[in-house]
């Protein structure tokens, strides 16, 4: 596993205080941490020059009270989430829907109409968002949260995948063993097992790089 940069980490804790319309002040208060625990004057010594990490303790605060995993977090490293000019959300229909034709190019790019709008931030080209409807993805994944998903940063075993097959079934799982010929999903829960795929069923595999709940 790779490991994390200084910076990529304090970019990190900026995209989530971006995300939440909260300076870092605000957001460590909803941690219950001190309000200068993410404060730039934290991250460096202007004396020494030596740069600062947040505690391991903070992170783990950080991420309880947004509801963010570490995957999704380790993603906010990768771009920055400051949105584009113009830019005001990632196209959104609900997770039902995406196993129905026309709203995906081969690639597993968003295409076509019936698309609404969410809020998102900014991490990466062809993002859309998918919201789950009903309770199969419980207790991960509840009723009404969105699944932010990127076709085009290259998901990696553990992370979570939305995958399409060429039959239309759209799955949810973590990413697991990937051979020339199969890949493997696991179950999010653990219980229900693990699917099999040939190459040739899937249509496309997309890492989910976020979660809105």
Same mark, same amino acid.
């Given at each position: 596993?790779?490991?994390?940069?200084?910076?990529?980490?304090?970019?990190?804790?900026?995209?989530?205080?971006?995300?939440?319309?909260?300076?870092?002040?605000?957001?460590?208060?909803?941690?219950?941490?001190?309000?200068?625990?993410?404060?730039?004057?934290?991250?460096?010594?202007?004396?020494?020059?030596?740069?600062?990490?947040?505690?391991?303790?903070?992170?783990?605060?950080?991420?309880?009270?947004?509801? &963010?995993?570490?995957?999704?977090?380790?993603?906010?490293?990768?771009?920055?989430?400051?949105?584009?000019?113009?830019?005001?959300?990632?196209?959104?229909?609900?997770?039902?829907?995406?196993?129905?034709?026309?709203?995906?190019?081969?690639?597993?790019?968003?295409?076509?109409?019936?698309?609404?709008?969410?809020?998102?931030?900014?991490?990466?080209?062809?993002?859309?968002?998918?919201? &789950?409807?009903?309770?199969?993805?419980?207790?991960?994944?509840?009723?009404?949260?969105?699944?932010?998903?990127?076709?085009?940063?290259?998901?990696?075993?553990?992370?979570? &995948?939305?995958?399409?097959?060429?039959?239309?079934?759209?799955?949810?799982?973590?990413?697991?063993?990937?051979?020339?010929?199969?890949?493997?999903?696991?179950?999010?829960?653990? &219980?229900?097992?693990?699917?099999?795929?040939?190459?040739?069923?899937?249509?496309?595999?997309?890492?989910?790089?976020?979660?809105?709940?």
């Amino acid at each position: 596993m790779a490991t994390l940069s200084h910076g990529e980490i304090w970019r990190a804790i900026d995209a989530l205080a971006e995300r939440f319309d909260m300076t870092p002040s605000a957001m460590a208060r909803m941690a219950g941490l001190d309000p200068t625990s993410f404060n730039r004057s934290k991250r460096g010594s202007a004396e020494t020059g030596h740069a600062r990490w947040p505690s391991t303790e903070s992170l783990s605060k950080l991420l309880e009270a947004t509801g &963010v995993n570490f995957s999704e977090f380790a993603a906010l490293t990768e771009r920055s989430p400051v949105r584009a000019p113009g830019r005001r959300g990632a196209p959104l229909i609900d997770l039902a829907q995406a196993g129905k034709d026309g709203f995906f190019d081969e690639a597993g790019m968003p295409v076509g109409a019936g698309w609404d709008e969410a809020p998102a931030p900014d991490l990466g080209e062809g993002l859309f968002a998918l919201e &789950v409807t009903g309770d199969d993805l419980a207790p991960v994944y509840r009723d009404g949260d969105r699944l932010l998903v990127s076709p085009t940063l290259e998901p990696r075993k553990g992370d979570r &995948v939305v995958t399409r097959t060429h039959g239309g079934e759209v799955l949810v799982r973590e990413l697991g063993r990937v051979t020339a010929r199969s890949i493997e999903l696991l179950a999010l829960d653990r &219980v229900s097992g693990e699917r099999l795929l040939s190459r040739d069923e899937v249509a496309w595999i997309a890492r989910i790089v976020w979660v809105s709940q």
